[in-house]
């Protein structure tokens, strides 16, 4: 599975835009670019997914670079129910038998400050 | 609608014990997965069933893990003759195929700990 690599931490202050980066330079073109967050204590939720254009849905933003070897995950105004682990995962979409199997990093842990 | 359930959310057992954790998928997701998360660790998948078949066991870390799936709906996964390593959140997951939607849906997990 090709690699992604975030930074450890990042900390933001209650209703101002949070901007997480996530590296993929090894990503191929059937990979397709997934986040996950995990609340504490509970399991990973989905967030959003993307190919080659930038994604919105009622969570998030998702904006892919051209090259595709990066992505930022954008919350556009952080709550401190958004403080949790951010997974940016890259999941092939050429079928086979471990189709949709994710591979987690070790994320970003994103503090939110009232 | 339910969402993916798992039991027990907390198992405590002695080192050497056999014990069984349960997962409930949303239904009509006919591919589910298993995976852990040990303490500090990120998750590591397991194995992925697509029906009752399981294409890819992988991830299992010994001959002690097994997992069944029945009816292609409930899932158990065992593990014998437990290690304190095997401690663990353990996570299972389903989602709908045949579609180019493909959001895995978590349960809360199981938490297991070996004394």
């Known amino acids: 599975d090709a690699k992604t690599t975030q930074p450890n931490s990042m900390e933001s202050n209650e209703e101002e835009p949070v901007h997480l980066p996530c590296n993929h330079s090894t990503i191929s073109g059937t990979d397709y670019i997934h986040w996950y967050r995990q609340l504490p204590s509970q399991g990973p939720e989905y967030v959003i997914h993307g190919l080659t254009s930038n994604v919105n849905n009622r969570m998030a933003s998702l904006a892919i670079a051209e090259d595709r070897k990066s992505s930022t995950l954008i919350l556009h105004r952080a709550t401190l129910r958004d403080a949790a682990v951010y997974y940016c995962?890259?999941?092939?979409?050429?079928?086979?038998?471990?189709?949709?199997?994710?591979?987690f990093g070790q994320g970003t842990i994103l503090t939110v400050h009232p | 609608g339910a969402g993916v359930s798992q039991s027990p959310s907390n198992k405590v057992t002695e080192k050497g014990k056999d014990v069984e954790l349960r997962c409930d998928p949303i239904?009509?997701?006919?591919?589910l997965y298993w995976y852990r998360q040990s303490l500090g660790q990120g998750l590591e998948f397991l194995i992925y069933f697509q029906g009752n078949s399981a294409p890819d066991k992988s991830g299992l870390p010994s001959d002690r893990f097994s997992a069944e799936r029945t009816g292609g709906s409930v899932s158990t996964l065992t593990i014998q003759r437990t290690q304190q390593e095997d401690s663990a959140v353990y996570l299972c997951?389903?989602?709908?195929?045949?579609?180019?939607?493909?959001?895995?849906?978590f349960g809360p997990g199981t938490r297991l700990t070996v004394l």
């Open positions: 995962i890259l999941r092939s979409g050429a079928g086979g038998t471990s189709y949709g199997k994710l591979t």
């Open positions: 997951a389903s989602r709908i195929t045949g579609t180019t939607y493909n959001e895995q849906f």
């Open positions: 239904s009509g997701h006919t591919a």
